[in-house]
């Protein structure tokens, strides 16, 4: 295995490619009581146009099936798999995200025998028909319940009204009508295109004895055969730089109003040499003026135009990228368009040296306490390698992040034509 040390914090993270293209990552932390392993695909909610394997045309398949796909695998012949985890006194889970989808586990022991189960469920399909009909009522009980959350849909408002074509614009878990046109046919063509381990990563994180994994992991693999796969090719449509949709309102039986302000990225944000860079950004930039110590927090706080905590997030991919602000109000037009008239002041503002030098610290800080989360740190080393990015390297991007670099950033960000503002406004109004 391949040893890539860390740098600035003195440990090292083991890396391979086997001959069958998995990626697998090994970070021993003996210091640790747990172990936590992920075995992850590149396939998320927004691969639903592509050229399945040994296939020439491409095809489209149901919103939401990569989420379902996601629940099948869990159920065997011979039973459910939580439970061989369970008897173990192994926590198991999975999620699927916009652009991948992961199976997981934490434990204090039995680690070998949790990977190899890790491995071998998740590379062993079985759907039938009679399932796979049985499980469309259980996620359209999902789905019921998340139409019901205002944050959820308010979120997936202001998706839906900063992209036009992207399907990020749809909900990852698709709609009662988009399941129901799922069969077991179609999970198996998704399966068989996006579960093959060169499209996938293993990363283990914790207490475990390196070559005594690496070595269970490398025979595992050798014991099974795959057909050799090409790049999967995947069509996203043709995506406008600017939003969609200015303002987009949603009425719901609620009553607190919410708002979210969205900003849509322009492309070559979302390059690989920029990426890092732009992530740090975005993040430095919610601190200084979004945070609870930021400059703009208190003043909403004064103007009575938030009634909790605002809702920060931001996400680059390769495809898509965002920031969204939000909250709870009473007076969701005038937050939405504060927050807008804040968000293009941002290039405006005036920052000193040694307030920038402070955010950079504690972001610095934040990554140090970060390599301490075991889940936080194989999200994010999987996350960018799936995107050919070197994680390890955010540490020499801080440090050569300057104050003007920042604000030429900024400057860039944030244009009128890439904001969107979406309202959940109670029924009636």
Not at 290 to 308: H, N, V
Request: a negative charge; charged letters at 30%.
């Amino acid at each position: 295995m391949n040893e890539l040390k860390i740098p600035r914090i003195n440990e090292s993270i083991y890396h391979e490619t086997l001959n069958n293209g998995l990626d697998v990552f090994l970070y021993p932390k003996l210091e640790m009581e747990k172990t936590f392993a992920i075995f992850s695909t590149k396939y998320g909610s927004i691969d639903q146009k592509f050229t399945p394997l040994d296939e020439q045309d491409m095809v489209t398949v149901p919103d939401g099936i990569a989420h379902f796909l996601e629940h099948k695998m869990f159920e065997k012949e011979d039973g459910d798999v939580f439970q061989h985890f369970s008897e173990r006194g192994a926590s198991a889970n999975a999620f699927t995200s916009f652009t991948q989808t992961a199976y997981l586990f934490s434990s204090t022991s039995d680690v070998k025998e949790n990977v190899e189960t890790l491995l071998d469920f998740v590379q062993d399909p079985y759907f039938t028909e009679e399932s796979v009909e049985k499980e469309k009522g259980i996620i359209e009980q999902e789905i019921r319940m998340y139409d019901d959350q205002a944050d959820w849909r308010l979120f997936f408002g202001t998706l839906g009204a900063m992209f036009e074509n992207h399907p990020v614009r749809i909900d990852i878990a698709g709609t009662v009508e988009s399941i129901n046109e799922i069969t077991h046919e179609d999970l198996y063509t998704c399966y068989e295109t996006f579960y093959h381990p060169s499209n996938m990563q293993m990363f283990v994180i914790g207490n475990f004895e390196l070559d005594e994994i690496s070595e269970l992991i490398r025979q595992n693999q050798e014991n099974k055969s795959f057909e050799a796969q090409n790049e999967i090719e995947r069509d996203f449509g043709v995506e406008p730089v600017e939003v969609y949709k200015q303002e987009e309102v949603i009425n719901m039986p609620i009553s607190t109003p919410k708002c979210m302000v969205g900003i849509k990225e322009k492309p070559e944000a979302l390059e690989k040499d920029v990426m890092l860079e732009n992530d740090l950004v975005r993040d430095i930039a919610l601190d200084l003026y979004f945070s609870k110590s930021g400059r703009f927090y208190e003043q909403l706080y004064q103007e009575g135009l938030m009634i909790d905590a605002l809702r920060l997030e931001f996400v680059l991919e390769e495809s898509f990228g965002f920031t969204a602000v939000g909250a709870s109000t009473m007076k969701p037009e005038e937050f939405g368009k504060r927050i807008k008239e804040m968000l293009l002041q941002i290039k405006d503002e005036t920052i000193s040296e040694e307030e920038f030098n402070r955010a950079k610290k504690k972001k610095y800080g934040e990554l140090i306490r970060e390599f301490n989360n075991l889940e936080g740190t194989a999200n994010n080393f999987m996350q960018y390698n799936q995107m050919g990015i070197d994680f390890r390297e955010i540490f020499e991007t801080l440090e050569s992040l300057t104050l003007e670099r920042f604000k030429n950033n900024v400057s860039d960000w944030v244009s009128e034509e890439q904001i969107a503002v979406c309202m959940v406004l109670p029924e009636g109004e």
